[in-house]
């Protein structure tokens, strides 16, 4: 018998992660009047799957991540046959192209959710995939949990940060866009040397900030700075990867930021790809200044108006830095990015979830699932979540306990201190 619920499959690994991939997960079921039964494929199968049907099944932007996808054989057959609407949601879609093709072909996806540009998602998916049905969405949007966070924003007086930020360094695959986010850091860095204000910034793993903790953080920062979410080069086809493994072959020995100084540059902004990031949210609905580099955002906010906009090249950050100093023009924007954008329907999770209720209505998805059947679905699916859970931890341990290593055209894996195996040519 199908289950009146609809089927939700993310991944997400046991070990603390940013909180917008959860808060994204959680908002179907907060905010739909349907009912989500949302299963974790980083903790395997779960048994009861097998034989279970759902009115629809919906895959979160988590699995598609990182190849190979987070959806192993088992899952992948039963996405695949199932006979039902399936509703592929995606994100960092700038990589691994090919293959997302190929897995919304193999699985029969139904709808996408693309960050593109309609026209744009139109062009990208039409040609290479058979779904018809392309919707835009944002990375994420305000939620309820956010609004409690609020209770962690210092008054302005009592923040003891001017300028906090973290960011993560990307690769050189993804474009002078990718480089952006460690580059604002660096310059700002260099530019407020001697300017009296006091800096918090981060880039690497190590000083990632998670949970509340995170919200602490920008709680206590009179500003943060930012980019426009994405890349600016999108490597659709594997043609970028392709030119940079011709270029590797062909120039032996060539160090990589040289190879990627002559191959990419053709393929810088083909498609655009910039949006933007929940993290912008999130300081506006604490109240802490943004300063952005100049971009669309989507048009969410506007410059001046919302954020403090900084060029790229750095030509008007003493302006920037004077408009930091005029408290009268910052509580002005801080209050008008909270009015306009925080308090408004229009970018809460509510809002975009009403439009994926309206797409479920009209592939005949009906919204007939009682909370107790709901429950008595993600029970079942649970009964052995225990065996999976301990099973991905002894994965984790193990695998933390191995490693490579690397010597001079080979690489060894080496557990306990013993070597298991030796890999030859060391692959990259």
Same mark, same amino acid.
């Given at each position: 018998m199908r289950n009146k619920s609809i089927l939700l499959l993310y991944a997400h690994p046991l070990r603390s992660n940013a909180p917008t991939i959860m808060e994204h997960v959680s908002s179907f079921d907060a905010y739909s009047q349907f009912r989500f039964v949302p299963v974790n494929t980083s903790l395997g199968f779960p048994l009861r799957l097998r034989n279970a049907e759902f009115q629809a099944i919906l895959l979160h932007y988590s699995l598609f991540g990182s190849y190979p996808f987070q959806l192993n054989d088992r899952f992948r057959r039963y996405v695949k046959e199932a006979d039902c609407p399936k509703i592929a949601f995606f994100q960092d879609e700038h990589q691994h192209g090919v293959e997302r093709m190929a897995a919304v072909n193999d699985l029969g996806i139904s709808v996408i959710y693309s960050l593109l540009d309609p026209p744009v998602a139109r062009d990208v998916y039409g040609p290479r995939t058979s779904v018809k049905n392309i919707q835009f969405t944002l990375t994420g949007f305000v939620s309820d949990d956010l609004m409690r966070k609020i209770q962690f924003a210092k008054p302005p007086s009592e923040r003891t940060i001017d300028v906090g930020y973290r960011g993560r360094v990307l690769s050189r695959l993804y474009g002078r866009g990718g480089q952006e986010k460690t580059e604002i850091a660096r310059r700002f860095k260099e530019a407020a040397e001697g300017k009296g204000f006091v800096l918090d910034f981060g880039t690497t793993e190590s000083a990632r900030i998670y949970g509340d903790d995170w919200y602490r953080f920008v709680g206590d920062c009179r500003f943060t700075i930012g980019v426009e979410a994405g890349v600016s080069i999108f490597d659709l086809d594997g043609e970028v990867s392709a030119a940079v493994a011709a270029a590797r072959r062909a120039m032996p020995g060539t160090p990589m930021e040289e190879i990627y100084e002559r191959v990419l540059p053709p393929f810088e902004n083909k498609i655009k790809y910039r949006t933007i990031s929940p993290r912008i949210f999130e300081a506006l609905a604490m109240r802490? =200044?943004?300063?952005? @580099? #100049? =971009?669309? @955002?989507q048009g969410v906010i506007r410059p001046w108006d919302h954020y403090l906009p900084l060029k790229k090249d750095f030509s008007n950050v003493d302006e920037i830095m004077d408009r930091m100093r005029d408290t009268t023009f910052v509580d002005q924007m801080l209050a008008r990015g909270y009015d306009e954008i925080i308090k408004s329907d229009r970018f809460h999770y509510r809002t975009a979830i009403r439009g994926l209720d309206r797409e479920l209505l009209s592939l005949g998805? %009906?919204?007939? $699932?009682?909370? /107790? #059947? &709901? &429950? #008595? $679905? %993600?029970? $079942?699916? &649970? /009964?052995d979540e225990w065996l999976r859970r301990a099973a991905f931890r002894t994965r984790e341990q193990v695998h933390g306990l191995m490693h490579w290593h690397d010597f001079p055209g080979r690489r060894y894996l080496v557990a306990g201190g013993r070597r298991l195996g030796v890999i030859s040519p060391r692959p990259e």
């Open positions: 802490t =200044g943004l300063i952005l @580099y #100049e =971009g669309d @955002y998805v %009906r919204p007939d $699932a009682t909370p /107790s #059947e &709901a &429950a #008595e $679905a %993600r029970n $079942a699916l &649970a /009964s």
